[in-house]
């Protein structure tokens, strides 16, 4: 059976070159980058080589760069960190943020931190001057992600940075979605925080990386041996921090074309799409202000669960919003802070396009959609010539629990 893979917002391929780069550090300079002796000092020059790459990419100094496990320990340390080290205990953030900002944020409110969760519009752009006013109010951070990883809204975070900066709040933005595929400075971009993670950007899984401006206030969260000039206890992943800075180097590289490639890929799916009746895109428009390679897909009468599974049995790999959650039946947090109805939010199907997507892949998607919308819609409890608001008044029944 064909199998074809659209699900790159939740993971991505490592790489053959990556890969290529990674195998000495798993087979013959295996040192402990902390040891004194030659095969120590090799691991050592091969991360701080690494940190160099990853820095000049950012427009960061090296010894601003954090090696970590990935986005989700990023954004905790960022919270946790800036806010073990304020005496301002309040954060502020959005309503579309990732579990791992969203989650932590509510875990610090019980601990006694004060937290704002600030509104987004119809496209999931956050109200810039409700965070305005939220940073009225002393805060020790705001966090706000660059993009969003089920929608693919890219939010204006220069101008939220810059605020940050008159306020003295700390801005740390979850980049986890964006870093390979946007340009980002961080300097221009007024961030003094930032979470990414490699195996978005076709880097091994398990390593990811902080900026962390010089002169920020925050504190690590693991304690050890004192790694990472102390913010990152815990013996460095070396194949691991060399698969992910040429896993980058290649992103950058390529970045343009891609992007380009892949604006065309999601405008042949979105036009096949607008065939079948009772659709829609969630988020903005493709080619504004969103990443290249999302398109989360809305359908009347239809669940999205259904779909995901209907689409795996045909070959194609797809979602209903992102892979930290899909065990959860309730409607996306992302898509019901868009004000979407619970029943037209169940209905999403994230598509997001890679490397390796051709235009046949595209096309094959959507004939398969289109068939399974059909199927589905041909069993669901609304039936030609009724009222929509009986098929709104069961969803909502069903799933008020």
Known sequence: MKRIYLDHAATTPLDARVLKEMEPYFLENYGNASSLHS??????????????????????????????????????????????????????????????????????EKEGAEVEFVEVDSEGFVDVAAIE??????????????????????????????????????????????????????????????????????????????????????????HGGGHEKGMRSGTENVAGIVGLAKALEIAENEREKETAREKKLAERLVKGISEIGNSWVNGPEIGSKRLSNNINLGFDFVEGESMVFMMDEKGIACSTGSACSTKDLNPSHVL??????????????????????????????????????????????????????????????????
């Open 39 to 108: 095969f120590g000092r090799e691991a050592r020059e091969a991360v701080e080589k690494s940190r160099e790459a990853v820095a000049k990419i950012l427009n960061a100094k090296p010894d601003e760069i954090v090696f970590n496990s990935g986005g989700t320990e990023g954004d905790n340390t960022a919270l946790r960190g800036v806010i073990k080290a304020s005496k301002t205990k309040r954060i502020v953030t959005s309503k579309i943020e990732h579990h791992a900002v969203e989650h932590t944020s509510k875990e610090l």
């Open 336 to 401: 019901m802070a868009i004000n979407l109805k619970p029943w037209k939010a169940h209905g999403s199907l994230r598509i997001t396009t890679g490397r390796g997507t051709t235009e046949k892949d595209i096309d094959y998607a959507v004939e398969s959609i289109s068939e399974i919308v059909k199927r589905l819609r041909e069993i669901s409890p609304l039936r030609k010539g009724k009222d929509i608001s009986k098929f709104e008044k069961g969803f909502e029944e069903r799933h008020s629990h």
């Open 133 to 222: 006013k939220a940073l009225a109010k002393e805060t020790a951070i705001a966090s706000i992600m660059h993009a969003n990883n089920e929608i693919g809204t890219i939010e204006p975070i220069a101008e939220i940075g810059e605020m940050c900066r008159e306020k003295g709040t700390i801005f740390h933005t979850d980049a986890v979605q964006s870093v390979g595929k946007e340009k980002i400075d961080v300097e221009k971009m007024n961030i003094d925080l930032l979470s990414a993670s490699g195996h978005k950007f076709y880097g091994p899984k398990g390593v990811g990386f902080m900026y962390i401006k010089k002169g920020t206030k925050i504190l690590p969260i693991l």
